[in-house]
């Protein structure tokens, strides 16, 4: 029977921390208030777990750690202060409390809870600590790792990845809607040194125009009816990284005032006559080929230039089909876990029609594909019943060949690829009129004029 002794745990909500090792003092666990502890320690997170307590400070011996102390007596050891100097010769002071974990009257573990504390000497790393609004976050989800792929062109961007996360450099990263951008956005932020600091993201396409300056810069009370003291995206981003997704939205004019603060590293508020010093890294994406939207003036050349030091180019499902597999197995085992359903498997038919399907939508429609069969099995394999009716009753190309060998005249082919554009817009809307004009750049009447046309209603 396991054992432990909460009756001793009476201050433990004045902790912040919390460690669990195994009967050897080898770190099993750790949940930490501030990542910039693991700076400090200059320790990675992933390089945190299966190490020995002792590890990472010079003066941090199997005598003086209380860790190891609480595994030879089995005695709970409180409120103990330590001041400790790591590695890379910073000094990091804590309180700690450390309680044995007991089952069947052998001691298996520790569980030790702490709060660190930075010295007089040390007060510089006071302006490290995250301030972002959800503490003990940096606002991410992915990392590196849930970039799965067996392609050979998505491997080399996963190591270009490593490599530019090394650097402050602006990155730009293309791709369809679906393909990841953000994900790898916040690998770049996971990867490289900004780690502790906060991840802000912003779709420029979801705010409206007229707000989307206040939203980036921040507001000075007064400066308009109603204006309130706000701080812009720029300022919450200070020290980390701001992601900037469908860069594309952005009103022309407004361009002019995100290149002067991306390369003067200076902002200032609406109404504000103070500029005010930010340290971030600005990370940018679109849905649309940069080259073009320059050559159709909606991005500024000098903005793009400077958006672009390095620019990542990410392929769509349909040509990295051998990646299909590999992430549908990825996503069952994912709904698995996060589900009340289980699936072992799924059938071959499933199979070829997944293979034979274009994906406009990319990963994010075959992992929506995977959710909607979860919610449609009756067993534990997916049949073809399961999946959505679009994917199961594709035809593939064939049928598109065969109407253009109609097409006799250029004023024909243009109305046919203009109808075969929008009914995959509004298939990746969902048939939303509003988004999908949106996202073809055409007024909502517009748009509704030409579904009457091709009789898409």
Not at 410 to 425: C, D, W, Y
Request: glycine residues 6%.
């Amino acid at each position: 029977m396991l054992k432990i002794n909460f009756e001793d745990f009476k201050h433990i909500s004045d902790y912040d921390n919390i460690l669990i090792t195994d009967e050897n003092g080898v770190i099993l666990f750790y949940d930490l208030a501030d990542l910039n502890v693991l700076k400090e320690m200059a320790v990675r997170p992933e390089e945190f777990m299966g190490k020995h307590v002792t590890s990472y400070y010079k003066d941090l011996t199997n005598e003086n750690s209380t860790i190891m102390n609480v595994l030879k007596t089995g005695t709970a050891i409180c409120n103990v202060q330590q001041e400790l100097i790591t590695k890379s010769g910073n000094r990091l002071v804590s309180v700690n409390s450390t309680y044995p974990i007991i089952e069947s009257n052998q001691i298996i573990g520790t569980i030790e809870f702490s709060k660190h504390f930075f010295s007089k000497e040390n007060i510089q790393s006071l302006d490290k600590i995250a301030s972002h609004k959800v503490f003990r976050k940096n606002n991410t989800i992915y990392t590196i790792d849930n970039i799965i792929s067996a392609n050979p062109r998505m491997e080399a961007i996963k190591e270009k990845i490593r490599k530019i996360s090394k650097t402050d450099s602006t990155v730009l990263i293309y791709g369809q809607t679906g393909t990841g951008k953000e994900m790898v956005a916040q690998s770049i932020h996971n990867l490289s040194n900004r780690f502790g600091g906060p991840f802000i993201s912003l779709n420029c396409g979801a705010i409206p125009p007229n707000l989307i300056e206040s939203t980036l810069f921040g507001t000075v009370k007064g400066s308009f009816t109603g204006a309130v003291e706000s701080i812009g995206l720029f300022e919450q981003a200070d020290g980390g990284t701001l992601f900037l997704d469908e860069i594309n939205s952005l009103d022309y004019y407004l361009q002019v005032k995100l290149l002067k603060a991306i390369e003067e590293k200076m902002i200032r508020k609406v109404g504000g006559s103070k500029n005010i010093s930010v340290d971030i890294r600005v990370i940018s994406a679109t849905n649309e080929d940069p080259d073009a939207l320059v050559a159709e003036k909606r991005l500024r050349e000098d903005l793009y230039y400077r958006l672009g030091v390095v620019q990542i180019d990410l392929p769509r499902l349909s040509d990295r089909k051998e990646d299909i597999e590999v992430l549908l197995t990825n996503f069952i085992d994912f709904y698995n876990n996060h589900m009340n359903i289980f699936i072992k498997d799924v059938e071959p038919e499933v199979m070829e029609c997944f293979n034979a399907y274009s994906w406009p939508g990319n990963i994010r429609e075959l992992k929506n594909a995977v959710e909607t069969a979860y919610n449609n099995a009756l067993s534990d394999k997916i049949t073809l019943d399961d999946i959505p009716k679009r994917i199961r009753d594709y035809r593939g190309t064939s049928e598109i060949t065969q109407q253009a060998n109609k097409i006799h005249s250029l004023k024909e082919a243009v109305e046919h690829f203009e109808k075969e554009i929008i009914v995959k817009e509004l298939s990746l809307t969902n048939g939303k009129i509003t988004d999908a004009a949106k996202s073809l750049g055409l007024s909502k009447q517009l748009l509704k004029y030409k579904m009457d046309k091709y009789q898409l209603n």
